[in-house]
Structure formats: structure tokens, C-alpha cells
């Protein structure tokens, strides 16, 4: 175990100075280690660096100077202080070391006490730094823990709105929960970030929130819908929007949810935006919304068979849906979909 002296690796070719080193930092109550070389030195440090407190280190020496121990020492551990030993002939070059990443030079013969308050010195500047990185870690930490935190307010406030969104509408559920399967998919099959798959995670989740807004009696009306009630469905998207507008951490989420219901050819609902004003996440949810929409029970008719429903997104390519994502769909679709979803009973 370690005692509460600090540790000084006392680095010269010279033995007369190494002891006279030795012999005054024993005195002012430090402990050290001795290297009679460059190549010594670095050794040392590479085995000892977790109890060296502070290295002094001479400049001329054979075989490894000093020069290549102070850039040893500040590129691998940098935290620990190189005071440079110098003679006053050497004093120019122990200025171009400090820019190398030594603390400071001292000269010989050095004064006891301009040694000591060296030493101090140097021993405050790595109790700083120590406590800058400390602090560093502890901020890093608690920003992961509120990042964390907020996901984990994400997902509950997500998954709360769709139970509420699919108490009100029995034909619906489970929709949310599909959509969102299908635009996981969709987001590996796109090359999405990380955080971009979440986002369209979430908002495939809650791209029909707004519904909750809608009359439980429209929402499951049997047979067509006339004119005007088909206007206050058209409403939800924008719905959707009010309701989640008021929590900030879901911001972000909102262009995809306002903008699920329009058109690659500018014909859609609310705002009729087409092609690449539609987001990105909006229009792949346009397509595994309706491939869902097609595919599960309605209030007014049965599924349509996966063939029925697949040709219907071929054939929405360019007018309804941009061409890239109904690309990406019915890759994924041959790819996994059918199957598991055959596997699933459809037909
Ligand atoms: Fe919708």
C-alpha cells in the first residue's frame, strides 16, 4: 500500500547528482527512484507510472537523451509532471522541452528550496488535472443517466398513447405495434443512424395519436364513410400534432406524424407537400401504415391477401409512395415479411 508521500523518479547520468537529488528530497520528505539513463528512465516510468508523483530528469545523457523521455512521458502519460534539470548553458534547449510537454526546468546546482517549490507546483497542476478529469467523468455519467432517463420516458409515454389510441378504435389494434415492426425493418433495410431508427421507431408507434381526438363511433363505422366524416378523419394527422406538441422530448417526432397521410405526388392531406418535402421518416410510414391498413380488418371489410395488398403499394409507387422506399419494402417483404406473416395466418 502506499504511503502519503509522493514518489520523484530522479532521472541523471550523473551519480554525484542523483545522490545529492536522493539526499535533499529525503530531507523535504519524498520519496524517489533513481534511472541513470534515458532508456532506464522510460522503463521505470512504463512500470511504475502508477506511483510516480513526479519526474526530474536531466537533459544530456548517452544513449537516450533527455528530450525523447519528455516526449515519452507526455504522449503516454501525460499526467505526470517532468521538471527539466538543466545547465545554464543548456537553457535554451530546456525552453524548446517545455513546449515538448515538460512542466518546468530548474538549473543546476539547483536550490533546495526553488526545488520544493517546483515540486509543489507540480504536484497542484496534476492534483488538478486529476480533479478535471474527474469531474469530466462524473458529467460524461450523468449525462448518460439523463439521456437514459428521457429514453425510458419516451418509450412509457409512447406506450401509454397506444393503449389509449387502441381502446378507442378495436379494428386498430395492434396496428401501431405492426407499423412500427414493419419501419424497424424498414430503417435497417434504409441504413438509418441509430438514432434516426429510434425516431421512426417511435412515431410509427404514434402516427395515428391523433385519432384519439376522432368520435369512437366514426372511428368504427361499418361500411363507407361519406364525404364529411371522411374530412374529420383527414383531421388526425394534424390532431396528432396538438397532442404531443406540449411534450418537448417528443418534438421531434412531430413532422412524421403530421405528414404520414401525404402523397409523393404533392395529392395527400393535410398540407399536400410532395416528394422530398414529405420527411423522410413520414414517407416511409406512409407505406407500412397502408400495407398494414390493407392487410388486418377494417370496420367496413376483411383483410385483402398479401398478393392484393403488395401490387397495391406497386402500383402507389411514384403517386402515392416515393419509389425508394416501396424498393425497400418489397425487398423486406420477400425477404422476411411474407413469411412471417403467412406464418401469421394471411393469406
Ligand atoms: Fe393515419
Not at 551519480?15 to 541513470?36: N, P, S, V
Not at 522510460?42 to 530528469?57: A, L, P, T, Y
Not at 544513449?63 to 535554451?92: E, H, R, W
Not at 522541452?97 to 496534476?126: C, I, Q, S, W
Request: hydrophobic share 40%; charged share 30%; proline share 4%.
Amino acid at each position: 500500500m502506499r504511503n502519503d508521500k509522493k514518489l520523484v523518479l530522479i532521472v541523471d547520468d550523473e551519480k554525484d547528482i542523483r545522490e545529492i537529488l536522493a539526499e535533499t528530497l529525503e530531507g523535504l520528505d519524498f520519496e524517489y527512484m533513481t534511472a541513470c539513463d534515458g532508456e532506464e528512465a522510460m522503463d521505470c516510468i512504463k512500470q511504475h507510472n502508477d506511483i510516480i508523483d513526479v519526474v526530474i530528469c536531466d537533459l544530456k545523457m548517452p544513449k537516450v537523451s533527455g528530450d525523447q523521455v519528455i516526449a515519452y512521458g507526455a504522449k503516454n502519460y501525460p499526467l505526470i509532471p517532468i521538471i527539466i534539470l538543466t545547465g545554464f548553458a543548456q537553457l535554451d534547449m530546456a525552453l524548446d522541452h517545455m513546449r515538448l510537454g515538460a512542466f518546468d526546468y530548474m538549473t543546476k546546482p539547483f536550490r533546495v528550496k526553488e526545488l520544493l517549490l517546483l515540486l509543489n507546483r507540480a504536484l497542484e497542476m496534476r492534483q488538478l488535472q486529476e480533479d478535471k478529469i474527474a469531474y469530466q467523468n462524473t458529467l460524461e455519467i450523468r449525462v448518460e443517466e439523463a439521456t437514459q432517463a428521457l429514453h425510458n420516458q419516451v418509450v412509457q409515454t409512447v406506450s401509454s398513447f397506444i393503449l389509449a389510441i387502441e381502446a378507442k378504435d378495436r379494428y386498430t389494434q395492434g396496428h401501431s405495434k405492426r407499423v412500427a415492426e414493419y419501419s424497424t425493418l424498414m430503417a435497417k433495410k434504409l441504413g438509418l443512424s441509430e438514432d434516426e431508427q429510434a425516431n421512426l421507431l417511435y412515431a410509427a408507434q404514434l402516427h395515428d395519436i391523433g385519432k384519439i381526438g376522432i368520435s369512437e363511433q366514426l372511428l368504427n363505422k361499418p361500411g363507407k364513410l361519406n364525404k364529411v366524416e371522411y374530412e374529420t378523419i383527414k383531421t388526425h394527422p394534424s390532431k396528432g400534432v396538438k397532442i404531443l406538441e406540449p411534450l418537448d422530448f417528443l418534438g421531434h417526432l412531430l413532422p412524421a406524424v403530421e405528414f404520414h397521410h401525404e402523397w409523393f405526388d404533392g395529392s395527400g392531406y393535410p398540407k399536400g407537400l410532395a416528394k422530398d418535402k414529405i420527411p423522410f421518416l413520414a414517407r416511409i410510414i406512409a407505406v407500412c401504415d397502408t400495407f398494414d391498413a390493407m392487410t388486418s380488418e377494417r370496420s367496413y371489410r376483411k383483410p385483402l391477401p398479401l398478393k392484393i395488398a403488395i401490387e397495391e403499394i406497386k402500383e402507389g409507387s411514384a403517386t402515392q409512395f416515393d419509389p425508394l422506399v416501396v424498393t425497400a419494402f418489397l425487398e423486406i417483404f420477400e425477404e422476411t415479411l411474407e413469411q412471417q406473416m403467412l406464418e401469421k395466418g394471411a393469406t
